[in-house]
């Protein structure tokens, strides 16, 4: 079975500084790869996915991300944060069922918080 | 873009009542799915289907069930609730696979329904 690692479960940093959130995963096969964010009060929004070819993804609000296969990672990263980035971020795997799509396993999130 | 609507931001449910939870996306996806996110635990599958009528229990599905008679409404039901079903409940979408490559792997999430049993 499939399994995710959010290795922080609070990040604090400051606006502008750089960000690195850790993402380990456990997969028998090639893995699809996903971060959610979730503001305060809302539901998850995809920030990126990597199914496959280039390791070094780009999502959306300046995010991107590296698969490392060797290391079982999926690390999310940002140059330069802002204070709306504050929110939970949740790294997924997703594994396929009979055909018609995959279920996805999360992990157990990670709380952003932006110092001024 | 994809809509996925919860019918309730919050509930506040006794113990021992039946609680509804219903679920309306748009886009004609035939996967639908209901998790329930606690601190530190992330989002945990509750049911999952895949079609009209089917279903599949996901890692945690004791104490619920699930209805899905139209395609685009899935429905969550606690027969009778219990103060440790207090929780954030999230519904979610996606197409399957052959439709838009492997976006079939995208889930689309509603906004989430607060629930808390009293």
């Known amino acids: 079975a499939q399994s995710v690692t959010q290795p922080d479960i609070h990040i604090t940093v400051s606006e502008g500084a750089s960000l690195e959130l850790r993402c380990n995963y456990s997969?028998?096969?090639?893995?699809?790869l996903f971060w959610y964010v979730q503001s305060p009060g809302q539901g998850l929004q995809l920030l990126l996915k990597y199914f496959s070819g280039d390791t070094l993804v780009q999502g959306i609000k300046g995010f991107e991300a590296e698969f490392k296969r060797s290391q079982s990672s999926f690390n999310l990263r940002k140059p330069s944060v802002h204070w709306s980035d504050a929110a939970e971020y949740f790294c997924?795997?997703?594994?396929?069922?009979?055909?018609?799509?995959?279920?996805?396993?999360f992990g157990g999130g990670t709380r952003l918080m932006v110092k001024p | 873009d994809v809509k996925v609507t919860q019918s309730s931001r919050y509930l506040v449910k006794r113990t021992g009542e039946k609680v509804f939870l219903e679920c309306v996306q748009d886009m004609d996806h035939e996967n639908m799915f209901w998790y329930r996110q606690d601190p530190g635990l992330g989002l945990r599958l509750i049911y999952f289907?895949?079609?009209?009528?089917?279903?599949e229990k996901g890692d945690i599905p004791e104490g619920y069930s699930v209805s899905r008679e139209k395609k685009e409404r899935f429905s969550l039901i606690l027969e009778s609730a219990s103060t440790n079903q207090t929780s954030m409940y999230l519904c979610?979408?996606?197409?399957?696979?052959?439709?838009?490559?492997?976006?079939?792997?995208?889930?689309?999430f509603g906004a989430g329904t607060r629930l808390s049993v009293l």
């Open positions: 289907s895949y079609d009209v009528k089917m279903k």
């Open positions: 997969y028998g096969a090639t893995p699809y």
């Open positions: 997924a795997v997703g594994s396929a069922f009979n055909n018609a799509g995959n279920m996805l396993t």
């Open positions: 979610a979408s996606s197409p399957p696979h052959g439709r838009g490559g492997k976006r079939g792997n995208i889930q689309y």
